[in-house]
């Protein structure tokens, strides 16, 4: 049997987490990621250097390694002194090696080559641009980290510059997957952020891979407030013109209420999911018992192995003979 070609489409932990799954798996596995950010260390090294964020596909790059444990340690490892205080040492190397190369997107090339990562890194665009906001009421909000602070709701995200381009790897990529997944991560600031690179949304539809959508377990104050499921969904087809998600993986099972008061405190909630609704626009929902996974101290989070195991399922479904039965992870 060939070997299975997965795209995975966003940026933030959720991104990293779940390639860091996944590449145990007789997988290809293809992450195009955001460079959108503009807070902390990554902010400043892409305002400072006039180039594309470097920190989240910093993260992915850690995910996808496969070298002795202290090397990645070293290539996340942040400085505390005065004048590198909050910079990750791998946000340092990928700009120094932007610098020697005078190409991002080399960069995380040659970068991939010392880490000896499971896959291929490649950056939604590598132009420095910034991610900014229309929100309903028709302001116009500049900066990823600024979106959710307004409070708003969103109408749609685009980039400055608006016409920037996408590498040709994350075009063939999409054009050659067998399953392309969207999320998990921030709606808009980690997931459709990537669609607003000029192509990628085309090639996401032109594409004859089956289309999943990993859904947000709890919905993210300023960004998807009271937003259901179908909610995350819409907003996605809406970035892309067109319909085409086939499944979402989402979850079903209700928390207590500790969790429940610690993410009100927050201003979040669980992200409902109406089975019958995502039915009705031909989205097959998969979910199980595990896939929410909560911590000590009340955080919620996707058991990553459970959630691998149920995209690799998916996927085997879509190339071979081997009989996928879904009702295996509903509830």
Not at 130 to 153: Q, R, Y
Not at 198 to 219: F, H, P, Q
């Amino acid at each position: 049997m060939k070997q299975l070609k997965l795209v995975l489409i966003g940026g933030g932990t959720g991104l990293s987490v779940l390639a860091r799954g996944l590449k145990n798996y007789p997988i290809e596995i293809t992450a195009i990621v955001t460079v959108a950010d503009d807070g902390g260390s990554t902010g400043k090294i892409r305002s400072e250097m006039d180039m594309p964020a470097p920190g989240d596909v910093r993260n992915v790059l850690a995910a996808l390694s496969d070298v002795e444990p202290t090397l990645e340690a070293l290539f996340q490892y942040r400085f505390d002194e005065d004048k590198i205080s909050g910079h990750s040492l791998g946000n340092l190397l990928i700009a120094a090696m932007t610098h020697i190369t005078h190409d991002f997107g080399h960069a995380v090339k040659e970068l991939s080559k010392i880490l000896n990562i499971k896959g291929r890194v490649i950056p939604s665009t590598i132009s420095s641009v910034s991610l900014n906001a229309e929100m309903e009421d028709g302001e116009i909000v500049s900066g990823e980290s600024n979106i959710p602070m307004k409070h708003k709701k969103i109408k749609r995200v685009f980039l400055e510059p608006e016409d920037v381009k996408p590498m040709d790897e994350a075009l063939e990529a999409l054009l050659e997957a067998d399953l392309i997944v969207l999320g998990p991560g921030s709606l808009y600031t980690s997931v459709i952020s990537n669609l607003c690179v000029r192509g990628i949304a085309d090639a996401i539809v032109k594409s004859e891979a089956k289309k999943l959508y990993v859904s947000n377990i709890m919905t993210q104050p300023g960004e998807t407030d009271d937003y259901t499921v179908t909610d995350h969904v819409n907003a996605i087809h809406h970035q892309l013109g067109q319909n085409v998600i086939n499944f979402v993986i989402a979850n079903k099972v209700s928390f207590d209420t500790n969790v429940l008061e610690r993410y009100q405190k927050e201003g979040a909630k669980p992200v409902y999911c109406n089975i019958e609704e995502l039915h009705r626009e031909g989205v097959e929902v998969i979910t199980g018992e595990g896939l929410a996974l909560i911590s000590e101290d009340d955080y919620v989070r996707h058991d990553t192995e459970i959630l691998a195991n149920m995209i690799y399922e998916i996927a085997l479904q879509e190339v071979s003979t081997i009989q996928f039965n879904p009702k295996k992870h509903k509830k």
